[in-house]
């Protein structure tokens, strides 16, 4: 099922995870929002996080689900972004790929179905 997500950068030069290898380096709503599609579309940022992992093997690999459909357009507000994610990918995993893309600097306004 395909779920929807409001998601806001309320500071889009903050929204960087601790690992800069695996973080957001956008600076437009446009880029922000290829970015974390790419992320939710393909395993590449998750081979990248998890090849930084202690055991990589260990990992569970269902962290890795994606959603080749997934949408996610970006709207540049006076001094944020909203982003509208378009996803089956579960909502756990929607938000580690964030934390690991933007660290806790965004919010989750919004969720619903379809």
């Not at 972004?81 to 690991?100: A, N, S, Y």
Request: proline share 7%.
């Amino acid at each position: 099922m395909t779920v929807r997500y409001h998601i806001r950068l309320p500071d889009p030069a903050q929204a960087r995870g601790s690992e800069p290898s695996l973080s957001f380096h956008a600076h437009s709503a446009e880029v922000f929002a290829e970015q974390l599609q790419d992320a939710l579309r393909t395993t590449a940022l998750f081979e990248r996080w998890r090849a930084l992992q202690p055991e990589p093997d260990e990992v569970d690999p269902s962290l890795g689900v994606t959603d080749p459909h997934a949408q996610v357009s970006g709207e540049q507000r006076t001094l944020t972004i909203d982003l509208i994610v378009l996803t089956t990918v579960p909502g756990d995993i929607l938000k580690h790929r964030l934390r690991l893309l933007a660290g806790s600097h965004w919010e989750l306004r919004n969720v619903s179905h379809g």
